[in-house]
């Protein structure tokens, strides 16, 4: 079994401020640093250090995105079919407040340049059985989705950032969805309780696994009758940036590895846990070993 993430690349522009900047105001930051980023590449670093070899898809800027191939290879994620492009590589500009919580403007740059040709060339080299982790924050990832669904590939879908496109995508193909309360809601076009929302998305994609992350309530997942609850690890909250990205890595990674979805919901738990209690996203993200003495 092999693991593909065609996914985003970006640069983290992180600004620490006061407050988030409301319409009509500017504000002064404490602070600029600069992160390897995207969730792509956040999730791809959490799947490698999880204990996997995942091989990495996508597109940056020939100029400026050396910075993202490399922190990948750093960690042993395979990054062959990332395509080097004229196009500026993607960035993200991060708002983050004292309590560590943070918004986010995206700029997609090469994320949305992927062309088919690239999709089939990439889908290519891998089977039925493998995993394929997407985000929305590339171009044609409807397409992908059928290629690969296609071939017999376990669809990981992560629907965000949220926007009118996934309405197009056919979600029939994916097997889990990785996806927050937000996130959720905006998919049932409904709101409610976890359990509501959990049970609304299971009635409408009754053939997937459904894992619903509730921030400091935990998350739950779904797989036909079958429920559980992980509560979160407490911590002192540095920055909430890519722990959906880490919980998302060491539970797809455990389930490859060969752990029940009990152990790899509590590895992916602590595995949050640790990143949110430091600066960053993708240097945040903790080694399976770290993980492993946290409990």
């Not at 500026?88 to 062309?115: D, F, R, V």
């Not at 996934?166 to 996806?179: A, D, G, K, S």
């Not at 790899?264 to 949110?276: E, F, G, P, T």
Request: hydrophobic share 35%.
């Amino acid at each position: 079994m092999k693991i593909l993430n065609f996914g985003s690349l970006n640069i983290d522009y992180v600004y620490q401020v006061d407050h988030f900047v409301r319409e009509g105001e500017t504000v002064s930051s404490d602070s600029l640093e600069t992160f390897c980023g995207g969730k792509g590449l956040n999730q791809s670093l959490a799947l490698s250090k999880s204990g996997v070899n995942v091989w990495h898809a996508g597109a940056v800027g020939e100029m400026d995105g050396g910075i993202l191939t490399e922190e990948l290879e750093r960690f042993d994620v395979d990054t062959r079919n990332i395509k080097r492009l004229k196009h500026k590589t993607g960035h993200a500009i991060i708002q983050k407040n004292p309590k560590g919580q943070n918004g986010i403007l995206l700029y997609g740059g090469a994320n949305q340049e992927i062309t088919r040709d690239h999709v089939d060339h990439v889908l290519s080299e891998f089977d039925e059985g493998d995993f394929l982790i997407l985000q929305n924050e590339i171009n044609e990832v409807g397409y992908i989705m059928e290629e690969a669904y296609k071939k017999g590939m376990r669809i990981v879908l992560n629907p965000s950032p949220m926007n009118s496109r996934i309405w197009t995508y056919p979600l029939h193909c994916v097997e889990f969805f990785m996806l927050n309360e937000i996130e959720a809601g905006d998919i049932c076009q409904k709101s409610g309780s976890g359990e509501e929302l959990l049970n609304q998305l299971a009635e409408k994609f009754p053939k997937a696994k459904i894992l619903l992350t509730l921030g400091q309530d935990g998350s739950l997942y779904k797989d036909g009758g079958h429920v559980i609850k992980q509560a979160i690890y407490p911590v002192q909250v540095v920055d909430t940036t890519g722990a959906g990205d880490t919980f998302t890595g060491y539970f797809i990674g455990g389930l490859a590895l060969g752990e029940a979805p009990e152990q790899a919901l509590d590895h992916a738990a602590k595995a949050a846990s640790i990143a949110v209690s430091r600066a960053g996203a993708a240097p945040s993200i903790p080694m399976r070993d770290e993980v492993m003495k946290n409990g």
